[in-house]
């Protein structure tokens, strides 16, 4: 029979949400399925973007395709994984994206799952890198740093915007990601779901030179605050900027009231991953991220 894929319908969420959860441990297929159910329906997670593929008017596989603010998306690989609808979703999720704003859509995969992103290897996607998330509880603080003033982004948006760009200039942190998406685009993503004003900051030397961008992240469904971003500009790099603005960023976050500091980085990126574990901060878990782009950057065959 044809397969037929297609965004869901208010009466299609409860076999959608089944779906997903399929390769769950049976016990809490229910429980996660009912939790996904409620997003959809709270309006957390958009069901536009719920791709369903029906076989003779039966579900049998589904997708989900999440659009962000500033041009980039995020995406749930076809379930259950394999198959002739894994295929169906996988072309239906890229021509979602490619009718989109969508500059870039995110996959995050955890180490055992990686074989779920074939479908979606096939019809655009690219392996980018591996995640390393790490955590430090906010105990025994470094001394707070000194040489680097720190100014509230919105005290000066348009110099805060043209310096974080700056730090995106030979990052180590998953360079596939880096697009030409105006700042304004880049910082409406990290903002999302984020208190206004962000807790954002100007780096500046004792010179008022900008020097780097620190971006907390207040916690939405866990307990622990995020390094969202911090990033030193190349003319500055070498000076140990990097190891102040995570300093500043601890102390950030204990005033803040956070008992723990999450943060993500390149698992390729070794100079980032030996000042945060002198800093404390402990891996907790690894994550594969693979890519979609608007301009075939990280396109290739599986």
């Not at 719920?50 to 603010?69: E, H, N």
């Not at 074989?115 to 707070?144: C, Q, S, V, W």
């Amino acid at each position: 029979m044809p397969l037929s894929v297609a965004p869901i319908t208010a009466d299609e969420l409860s076999s959608a949400a089944r779906l997903m959860f399929t390769s769950a441990p049976a016990a809490e297929q229910d429980t996660r399925a009912g939790r996904f159910a409620e997003l959809v329906t709270s309006g957390e997670i958009d069901a536009g973007g719920i791709l369903l593929a029906k076989r003779d008017g039966t579900p049998v596989g589904v997708a989900v395709v999440q659009l962000l603010s500033g041009g980039s998306a995020v995406v749930v690989p076809p379930a259950p994984d394999g198959g002739e609808a894994s295929d169906a979703l996988a072309a239906a999720t890229v021509a979602f994206l490619s009718a989109s704003s969508a500059v870039i859509a995110h996959l995050f995969l955890d180490p055992g799952e990686v074989a779920k992103a074939a479908p979606l290897l096939r019809h655009g996607f690219g392996p980018a890198a591996t995640i390393t998330h790490m955590l430090r509880d906010l105990e025994h603080l470094p001394p707070r740093p000194r040489g680097l003033t720190f100014d509230p982004a919105e005290a000066a948006p348009e110099v805060f915007g043209e310096t974080l760009l700056a730090t995106y200039d030979g990052s180590l942190d998953v360079p596939e990601a880096n697009t030409d998406r105006p700042a304004a685009d880049i910082l409406a993503g990290y903002a999302q779901g984020q208190p206004d004003p962000p807790h954002w900051w100007l780096a500046r030397d004792a010179a008022g030179t900008p020097v780097g961008v620190v971006l907390l992240s207040a916690p939405r469904f866990h307990p622990a605050w995020e390094v969202g971003y911090l990033g030193v500009v190349p003319a500055a790099r070498g000076n140990g900027y990097g190891r102040t603005l995570l300093r500043f960023a601890m102390h950030a976050c204990d005033h803040l009231g956070g008992e723990h500091l999450t943060l993500s980085v390149d698992a390729r990126n070794e100079p980032a991953l030996a000042v945060y574990r002198d800093h404390g901060f402990r891996r907790y878990h690894e994550q594969r991220v693979f890519l979609w782009r608007r301009d075939g950057g990280v396109s290739r065959s599986a």
